[in-house]
């Protein structure tokens, strides 16, 4: 598998032999190779997309291929694998229990699983548009969600007219994220980017990034922030590393990416001295220290799309009882009630901060995916993880 693997990477053969070693694997399952050379936008268009078919025919393909690829081309494989594989027959095993979730008008994180595990079934795209014609805007946005998954972008032009701007922020993000970059998309885009409502705006502005159609700006280096050294060091750093990801980096305010720092000012020893008295606990110190060099971030990955200032931090009970309480009266649901809420919430989770018996609250990363949590020592040790993983 090894030998295959190399050939599968191996830049000094023809495309057309790699594209013909691509074409010759039953799927791409055990080929580590395929998802090099997708992920390698570098390598030849060809062949890249011959990787896209290997994956086609694996197990689980769907949920591989309703994402974005870049370029537009490779989007486009994709989506002809995901309407190739929903013409093959059903497996009839799963086929009571898709017939369950579609039953109770999917939407939300149900439409979402429907879409990531079925793909263009005709009963997915007919279940995401009927949540995008609900009366209620989150429905709709869910179903533009869903729809933009699996391939039906002109369903997603259709809702950047939407009377609620959450559902233009939903179409201006599936297009920037999913859409093949034609002209009516980069049009769409661009008519977004006069939409009343900031946050449309700005998912706009983002897509036309993402797309390619307007480059994301140039950054300078600012004088060395004052603070903690190790902190301001960690800090830079991971701004350079979020910067030159373009996936990030699309949907960064002009601000950061001129400057080239995803923070902003410290916090006043007055701001954080009201957290405390507001939360009725000390800050734990390398928290505060962060907090000292800068009063929230921008994203520092794919996981973690903001850090909120300290005047928003707040118990997480507060922010979402029922999460909490579903997890009864387990070790979990314990620490949970006593966490501190330190990020905004996002389909990828939430960061915590959850006081212990050690000189540092731990810092936890959490989401319903998850099996447990992942734990970190302190806050730093969680910046110091996002930065190297």
């Not at 008295?277 to 110190?285: D, N, Y």
Request: proline share 6%; net charge negative.
């Amino acid at each position: 598998m090894a030998q295959i693997d190399d050939i599968l990477k191996d830049r000094r053969l023809p495309a057309a032999e790699r594209v013909a070693a691509f074409d010759r694997l039953p799927s791409a399952e055990g080929h580590k190779g395929a998802w090099d050379v997708v992920d390698d936008e570098t390598d030849d268009l060809e062949v890249r997309i011959a990787a896209i078919r290997a994956i086609g025919r694996s197990r689980g393909a769907v949920n591989q291929l309703v994402r974005r690829f870049h370029p537009p081309e490779m989007r486009a494989a994709a989506v002809a694998e995901l309407e190739r594989i929903a013409q093959e027959p059903p497996d009839p095993r799963m086929e009571p229990f898709f017939d369950m979730m579609l039953s109770t008008a999917p939407a939300g994180p149900a439409l979402y699983n429907l879409a990531v595990t079925l793909g263009r079934d005709r009963r997915v795209i007919e279940a995401a548009r009927r949540a995008a014609a609900d009366s209620e805007p989150e429905v709709r946005a869910a179903g533009i969600g869903a729809l933009a998954q699996v391939g039906e972008i002109d369903d997603v032009i259709t809702a950047a007219t939407d009377r609620d701007p959450r559902v233009r922020a939903a179409a201006a993000h599936g297009i920037g994220f999913l859409s093949l970059r034609r002209d009516v998309d980069v049009a769409t885009l661009r008519l977004l980017t006069q939409d009343p409502d900031e946050d449309v705006r700005k998912e706009a502005r983002a897509g036309l990034r993402r797309l390619g159609v307007e480059a994301i700006p140039t950054h300078q280096r600012r004088p060395r922030r004052k603070g903690d050294p190790e902190w301001v060091d960690l800090l830079e750093k991971l701004s350079a590393r979020v910067l030159a990801d373009r996936e990030l980096a699309a949907d960064l305010p002009d601000e950061a990416l001129e400057t080239g720092w995803l923070g902003t000012t410290g916090a006043t020893a007055q701001q954080l001295n009201g957290a405390e008295s507001r939360l009725g606990l000390r800050l734990p110190s390398s928290y505060r220290a962060f907090l000292e060099i800068s009063n929230g971030w921008y994203t520092t990955s794919f996981l973690c799309q903001r850090l909120l200032p300290v005047e928003e931090v707040i118990p997480f009970i507060e922010s979402d009882p029922q999460w909490v309480q579903a997890y009864g009266q387990t070790d979990i649901a314990t620490a949970l009630r006593g966490a501190i809420q330190v990020s905004t919430i996002t389909d990828n989770g939430v960061c915590l901060l959850v006081p212990s018996d050690a000189v540092d609250c731990e810092t936890w990363w959490f989401a319903s995916w998850m099996a447990g949590k992942r734990s970190f020592p302190s806050f730093y040790d969680f910046i110091r993880n996002e930065l190297e993983s």
